[in-house]
């Protein structure tokens, strides 16, 4: 019945999303409300597909929140967080403080305590990292400036979860402290013992990341098995998280710091793309979770109450981040959208509430309240993203920019994707990298990447046929991509991926013999280059001289013999599939070569003999 059971929810939760989300995103609300609304509709005080379990539900889908941190933390690598020092203490750091401090005052004043709240001015400052990041990528404007400010927001609030963390307790009443803590195995230790311990357990996992799982992941990566690469991938989440848990810190955080420690790892392309799955598919679960959850008779009964409470909110977080904006000097339209962007309230609220409950911080009449202003607050943010965009956006002189600007503080991305470095590829990188392109390389052999790293080239470890792993790359911001993998299906594979998803990327390709460049060629694609043809013309043009041809005779019929190769190679395209026919015209146009070249080089007595029907027998 369990079982059942089991697939019966999961049957509710699939098809409401697959409903909703598309209607959503349709009208231009985005797939996070899509979510929302599609949770609120099976919850239990609409349909009531779902009932109380939807809060269940919401602890288990929090892990998808864990696995997004860690995606953005392999997209960090240590050089962008010293770059964005300035926006990620200054702007983050500020608007946490700011925000809790007059919050609190709001609070104080409406009859709560101190204690209460401080700690209702520390909940309420911080922003959904979730729905922010998903709706800025949805919307293509991670690299604006709107867009990375607000990341660097939402990164100091993540990391000023331990701390917020630590400052609970000191909230509490002495007798509660000691038997509501959350359940770790250092909870009943000193403070000075626990703050050792995490910083042990931090530094072990900085430690781990940088010396022992790269030679790890090569070592998976030999045996050429993508499913136990993509359980290693979850292993490597899932353990963080636990260990962060076992010692009464956020997994969050946790995981985000084992990101940011494997962004400069030669597989953090591959990691990223394993995960992406499993990222989307909770993350989609715990919003539509967070509308299950919503208490719907609780908006009903006191209308007034939350509607006044969640615009109090979005008003002061919005107000505060608007201002903060002006000092760092964000161009006006960036700056609205940053502070409508980030003035609703996180999903970790959720886990604070519970947590200032068990501390007797905060009663539960007060949580119940708090919770639904919350998903409201959460669940008007597309709205008004959307707004701002129909409305005030189009009488503002500038536009937020969807592409990468000279102001981005993000580095640009590469213009050059290289999908396989074999020789091939390897000399086609060097090329390219002694005349100042940038590129970005890809490739699936462990040993390869491991040599390669040695002599100073960024090169990922990756399955290149991966779609999502290309994008991970960049290749939406590239404007050539290379292919020249070894395997001629994984070739094929990766062309009609990009060729149906990204029409305006140029694709160069390599092909190892004219039959290969046939099939290239029937793909659609202008650009090929046989590997051994322009090596073996130049070696015959130097055995011409060696024989005593002059150099400038040699080098015309180089350019005669690839020019006639062209045209011939076009001709008989035509004709592959009939093999009888594509024999006669190969014959005819190798005659016609032969004699093209002899007239050339003055050796007309020697077209009587027939070379190629003596080759024959």
């Not at 409305?391 to 503080?409: C, R």
Request: glycine share 10%.
């Amino acid at each position: 019945m369990g079982e059942s059971s089991f697939f019966i929810q999961a049957l509710i939760y699939l098809t409401s999303a697959i409903i909703m989300v598309p209607i959503a995103t349709r009208f231009g609300l985005g797939s996070v409300l899509g979510y929302l609304i599609a949770g609120i509709v099976i919850g239990p005080f609409v349909f009531g597909f779902v009932g109380t379990e939807g809060k269940d539900m919401l602890h288990f889908a929090e892990f998808g929140v864990v696995m997004m941190l860690f995606a953005i933390g392999l997209e960090l690598e240590l050089d962008l967080l010293w770059r964005l020092k300035f926006w990620l203490l200054g702007l983050g750091g500020l608007q946490l403080l700011l925000t809790t401090i007059i919050t609190a005052a709001f609070c104080f004043g409406f009859g709560f305590q101190w204690k209460p709240s401080l700690a209702l001015g520390l909940i309420l400052s911080l922003s959904s990292t979730a729905i922010v990041l998903q709706t800025l990528k949805e919307k293509g404007l991670m690299k604006s400036i709107s867009g990375q400010a607000s990341f660097s927001v939402l990164l100091f609030q993540d990391m000023a979860v331990i701390p917020i963390l630590a400052i609970f307790p000191m909230l509490s009443d002495s007798d509660l402290t000691e038997t509501s803590q959350h359940h770790s195995l250092i909870e009943h230790f000193p403070g000075y013992v626990k703050t050792l311990v995490v910083l042990f357990v931090v530094i072990g996992i900085i430690l781990v990341g940088k010396y022992a799982l790269s030679p790890l992941f090569r070592l998976l990566a030999k045996s050429g098995n993508r499913e136990i690469f993509t359980g290693a991938s979850l292993l490597l989440v899932i353990a963080i998280s636990v260990l962060m848990g076992a010692v009464g810190v956020s997994a969050a955080l946790g995981t985000f710091l084992g990101g940011v420690v494997l962004a400069s790892s030669e597989f953090r392309h591959e990691l990223e793309s394993n995960i992406e799955p499993f990222k989307g598919l909770l993350l989609g679960l715990f919003f539509l979770s967070v509308g299950a959850s919503m208490d719907l008779p609780v908006v009903m009964q006191s209308p007034s109450k939350v509607l006044g409470i969640v615009l109090g909110i979005i008003f002061i977080k919005a107000l505060i981040l608007f201002l903060l904006g002006l000092v760092f000097r964000l161009p006006l339209d960036q700056n609205i959208y940053f502070s409508l962007a980030l003035c609703q309230v996180g999903e970790f609220s959720f886990v604070l509430f519970g947590y200032s409950e068990g501390l007797g911080i905060l009663d539960q009449e007060t949580i119940i309240i708090l919770v639904a202003s919350v998903a409201v607050s959460m669940a008007l943010t597309p709205v008004l993203l959307l707004l701002y965009e129909k409305t005030i956006f189009g009488l503002l002189e500038s536009k937020i920019p969807k592409k990468q600007t000279a102001q981005d503080i993000h580095k640009q991305e590469n213009p050059v994707i290289i999908c396989g470095f074999g020789r091939f590829g390897n000399m086609l990188g060097r090329f390219l990298r002694s005349n100042g392109i940038g590129i970005t390389i890809l490739d699936f052999d462990a040993d390869r990447v491991e040599m390669l790293g040695r002599f100073g080239f960024k090169v990922y470890f990756g399955d290149a046929t991966r779609l999502e792993l290309l994008e991970s790359a960049g290749l939406e911001h590239a404007k050539i991509l290379v292919a020249a993998l070894d395997n001629p299906e994984k070739q094929t594979e990766l062309i009609r991926n990009v060729s149906q998803h990204y029409p305006n990327i140029k694709i160069v390709a390599r092909a190892g013999d004219r039959e290969g460049a046939y099939d290239l060629k029937e793909l659609g694609l202008k650009y090929i280059y046989r590997e051994t043809r322009e090596t073996a013309v130049l070696m015959g043009r130097d055995v011409l001289k060696l024989l005593g041809t002059r150099s400038h005779t040699a080098e015309k019929a180089r350019n005669l013999f690839l020019q006639h190769d062209d045209d011939t190679f076009h001709e008989l395209f035509e004709l592959r599939r009939d093999r009888v026919q594509y024999m006669s015209l190969a014959k005819q146009r190798n005659a016609e070569l032969e004699r093209l070249m002899f007239v050339d080089l003055g050796k007309e007595e020697e077209l009587e003999r027939d070379p190629w029907s003596e080759m024959e027998r």
